[in-house]
T-cell receptor, first 114, second 113 residues
Framework: AQSVTQLGSHVSVSEGALVLLRCNYSSSVPPYLFWYVQYPNQGLQLLLKYTTGATLVKGINGFEAEFKKSETSFHLTKPSAHMSDAAEYFCAVSDGDSSYKLIFGSGTRLLVRP | DTAVSQTPKYLVTQMGNDKSIKCEQNLGHDTMYWYKQDSKKFLKIMFSYNNKELIINETVPNRFSPKSPDKAHLNLHINSLELGDSAVYFC????????????FGQGTRLTVV
């Protein structure tokens, strides 16, 4: 069965520092991978996704993620954190073209210190 | 114009009551979903519908009954509410499945007292 592990339920960084949010997945087939962001009392918004092709994926708000098949990872990064990046971040996996569900990780709360 | 809209946003009700949550999407998508987010923020699929047909029912108690009158709407009716049903329920939609982005509504926070 598919699963997603996000290491660290809380990550705290200073404004301007590198953001690194970790995601590992297990999948028996090449997966489709997603990062979503959730601001307080709001729904989820897609940051970026990997389907096929280039393994380094750029998303909105300066975020990017790299698909590493050998490590079964899809970590999210941003070179310089901004206060507005404080939110909950979810990694998710879909296991193929006929999959009608996303399997989510448990989420990582990003805190940005002034 | 909201892409995926849910009503109500907040719902407080007593145990044993029956309640409904409505969802509408104006994106022209053919697939709609209900997800449940528990108090620890964990998100789990409940139901998936494609072209009004139920595709996934993820071992949800039969007190939960989704209904899709057309491709733009997916409502969720819950009978005999229990304390454990308290959660945030998200509706979402996508065009197809697999590698396509799901668009989420703002959520409905259900509190059962």
């Amino acid at each position: 069965a598919q699963s997603v592990t996000q290491l660290g339920s809380h990550v705290s960084v200073s404004e301007g520092a590198l953001v690194l949010l970790r995601c590992n997945y297990s999948s028996s087939v090449p997966p489709y991978l997603f990062w979503y962001v959730q601001y307080p009392n709001q729904g989820l918004q897609l940051l970026l996704k990997y389907t096929t092709g280039a393994t380094l994926v750029k998303g909105i708000n300066g975020f990017e993620a790299e698909f590493k098949k050998s490590e079964t990872s899809f970590h999210l990064t941003k070179p310089s954190a901004h206060m507005s990046d404080a939110a909950e971040y979810f990694c998710a996996v879909s296991d193929g073209d006929s999959s009608y569900k996303l399997i989510f990780g448990s989420g990582t709360r990003l805190l940005v210190r002034p | 114009d909201t892409a995926v809209s849910q009503t109500p946003k907040y719902l407080v009700t007593q145990m044993g009551n029956d309640k409904s949550i409505k969802c509408e999407q104006n994106l022209g998508h053919d697939t709609m979903y209900w997800y449940k987010q528990d108090s620890k923020k964990f998100l789990k699929i409940m139901f998936s519908y494609n072209n009004k047909e139920l595709i996934i029912n993820e071992t949800v108690p039969n007190r939960f009954s989704p209904k899709s009158p057309d491709k733009a709407h997916l409502n969720l009716h819950i009978n005999s509410l229990e304390l454990g049903d308290s959660a945030v329920y998200f509706c979402a939609s996508s065009q197809g499945a697999g590698n396509t982005e799901a668009f989420f509504g703002q959520g409905t926070r259900l509190t059962v007292v």
